[in-house]
C-alpha cells in the first residue's frame, strides 16, 4: 500500500497520484506527471502534447459527452500508466487539447483499491 497527499493548490484540496505514462511494449515510462484522480470520469484523459511527445499511436476517435452536456470528437491513443503500486496495461486515454490536466479515470481507477481519505487529505492506493 502506499500512501499521498491531496494537492492544496486545488480548492477545495484533491487527491491526486504521481504516475508514469508509458507505451505498451516498454517497462519504463517516458514521463512522469501529477494526476488528478475522477471517479465521475469515464476515461483517463492526457493532454495531447504529452502523447505526441512519448510517441503513443492513435487508435481511432470516440465521442465524448462532457459535464456540459457538449458532445464532442477526440482522439484516442493506446498507453500505460504506471501506478505506484503497478501497471495498468490496455488504456485508451482521451487527448485533450485545451487542458494541461491529467485526468485519471474509472478506465485506471477501477483496476486498484483506491482510499480517499477526505477529512485527513490522503490518498491511499493498493494493488
Known amino acids: 500500500m502506499a500512501q499521498f497527499l491531496y494537492d492544496s493548490s ?3 484540496s484533491a487527491p491526486v497520484l504521481t504516475i508514469g505514462i508509458g507505451l ?3 517497462d519504463t515510462p517516458h514521463r512522469q506527471v501529477q494526476a488528478l484522480i475522477d471517479s465521475g470520469a469515464d476515461a483517463t484523459m492526457l493532454p495531447k502534447w504529452i502523447l505526441t511527445e512519448i510517441g503513443a499511436r492513435s487508435v481511432g476517435r470516440k465521442y465524448l459527452r462532457g459535464v456540459t452536456g457538449s458532445r464532442e470528437l477526440v482522439g484516442l491513443y493506446l498507453v500505460v500508466i504506471h501506478m505506484p503500486t503497478g501497471i495498468s496495461y490496455g488504456i485508451r486515454a482521451v487527448a ?7 485526468i485519471l479515470g474509472r478506465d485506471v481507477l477501477n483496476q486498484w483499491r483506491i482510499t480517499l481519505d477526505g477529512p485527513g487529505e490522503t490518498v491511499e492506493i493498493e494493488g
Open 10 to 12: 486545488y480548492s477545495p
Open 24 to 26: 505498451p511494449d516498454e
Open 96 to 102: 485533450t487539447i485545451d487542458s494541461g490536466e491529467v
